[in-house]
T-cell receptor
């Protein structure tokens, strides 16, 4: 079956702009989580959605937001980009109680 | 501050040697997962351990979950260059499904 698909793979944005990243989970998986990975901080949890509802949220500013659609696809948005937002953004889908399957990520560079 | 502390941070060994990676926390987790990540890709789930004291073997990899469900270890026997990668442990919270990652251990196996 198809894995978790994240688009785009690479993105370059300018400070102050906003960006939207997309994630299509494995068919049947209703939970989608987002993570930010940087060399200094490692993998940091952003938020998790289940059946279109945000169930958990990490410690990120309000500039980071997300949503999930009825087909379980999810998007995350970052507004007013800062240089420090440069990172690999990973999406993972899961069946509750089982392991998470990650996408290949979106590499965001803010210049 | 990471909820899960991994050690060592880096490990470089010769092909054929054994290695152990540790993952410790003061928190209790409902389950603990180990992932391996290669550059430019998302983490790939290796194993999920659920019961305190549980030991799981996956070919040359042995995973152990501590009795108190606060710590875990990954042991690789007769390491091969293909084992090279970033190994991440992650705990699933007892009260929510949030996945918290350790900082990771970079393993390099030299041929």
């Amino acid at each position: 079956k198809a894995g978790v698909t994240q688009t785009p793979r690479y993105l370059i944005k300018t400070r102050g702009q906003q960006v939207t990243l997309s994630c299509s989970p494995i068919s049947g998986h209703r939970s989608v989580s987002w993570y930010q990975q940087t060399p200094g901080q490692g993998l940091q949890f952003l938020f998790e959605y289940f059946s279109e509802t945000q169930r958990n949220k990490g410690n990120f500013p309000g500039r980071f937001s997300g949503r999930q659609f009825s087909n379980s696809r999810s998007e995350m948005n970052v507004s007013t980009l800062e240089l420090g937002d440069s990172a690999l953004y990973l999406c993972a889908s899961s069946l509750i109680g089982y392991g998470y399957t990650f996408g290949s990520g979106t590499r965001l560079t803010v210049v | 501050t990471q909820l899960l502390e991994q050690s060592p941070q880096f490990l470089s060994i010769q092909e054929g040697e054994n290695l152990t990676v540790y993952c410790n926390s003061s928190s209790v987790f409902s389950s603990l997962q180990w992932y391996r990540q290669e550059p430019g890709e998302g983490p790939v789930l290796l194993v999920t351990v659920v019961t305190g004291g549980e030991v799981k073997k996956l070919k040359r990899l042995t995973f152990q979950f501590g009795d108190a469900r606060k710590d875990s270890s990954l042991h690789i026997t007769a390491a091969q260059p293909g084992d090279t990668g970033l190994y991440l442990c992650a705990g699933v919270g007892s009260n929510d499904y949030k996945l918290s990652f350790g900082a990771g251990t970079t393993v390099t196996v030299r041929a």
